[in-house]
């Protein structure tokens, strides 16, 4: 007898059933509601000066995880209340984004004083605080 060859198991396949075994639904499997979540977020990334490229690489696989559509919503937009976005990706970025504008504006204003200027500032001369006595005593 000879020995037949089976075919190739298409990676569809082989990603259906490992996430499967990862515990999502059949259901949601099969209806192709898994998305890929890219955490941290890639907007929080930092970016290498030299190459230009983001730490950690898009698309590098440790920092990919499979969610639900309903739950990578969540995560990427805040609780389904829509009152607020805290947790959430998009309020990381934000924070982020208004942080960095914080602490450039904080780093310009410190590099102005640090800076000698030609034409010194006007002084005015100080004078005493005047003294206010303490109040009488009133005889009972």
Same mark, same amino acid.
């Given at each position: 007898?000879?020995?037949?060859?089976?075919?190739? &198991?298409?990676?569809?396949?082989?990603?259906?059933?490992?996430?499967?075994?990862?515990?999502?639904?059949e259901?949601?499997?099969?209806? %192709?509601?898994?998305?890929? %979540?890219?955490? $941290?977020?890639?907007?929080?990334?930092?970016?290498?000066?030299?190459?230009?490229?983001?730490?950690?690489? $898009?698309?590098?696989?440790?920092?990919?995880?499979?969610?639900?559509?309903? %739950?990578?919503?969540?995560?990427?937009?805040?609780?389904?209340?829509?009152?607020?976005?805290?947790?959430?990706?998009?309020?990381? &970025?934000?924070?982020?984004?208004?942080?960095?504008?914080?602490?450039?504006?904080?780093?310009?204003? &410190?590099?102005?004083k640090?800076?000698? %200027?030609?034409?010194?500032?006007?002084?005015?001369?100080?004078?005493?605080?005047?003294?206010? $006595?303490?109040p009488?005593?009133?005889?009972?």
């Open positions: 007898m000879s020995a037949s060859h089976r075919r190739h &198991i298409p990676l569809g396949v082989k990603l259906k059933t490992v996430l499967l075994m990862l515990g999502f639904p259901e949601a499997v099969e209806n %192709d509601r898994i998305e890929w %979540d890219h955490d $941290p977020a890639l907007a929080l990334r930092f970016e290498d000066p030299t190459t230009g490229e983001l730490v950690p690489a $898009p698309n590098d696989f440790r920092y990919l995880t499979p969610r639900l559509k309903e %739950d990578h919503a969540i995560k990427t937009n805040g609780g389904t209340a829509k009152a607020t976005t805290a947790g959430s990706d998009i309020h990381r &970025i934000r924070k982020a984004e208004r942080v960095s504008e914080g602490h450039a504006e904080f780093r310009r204003r &410190i590099l102005v640090t800076i000698p %200027d030609e034409t010194p500032a006007p002084t005015r001369a100080k004078r005493k605080m005047r003294s206010r $006595p303490f009488k005593r009133t005889k009972a």
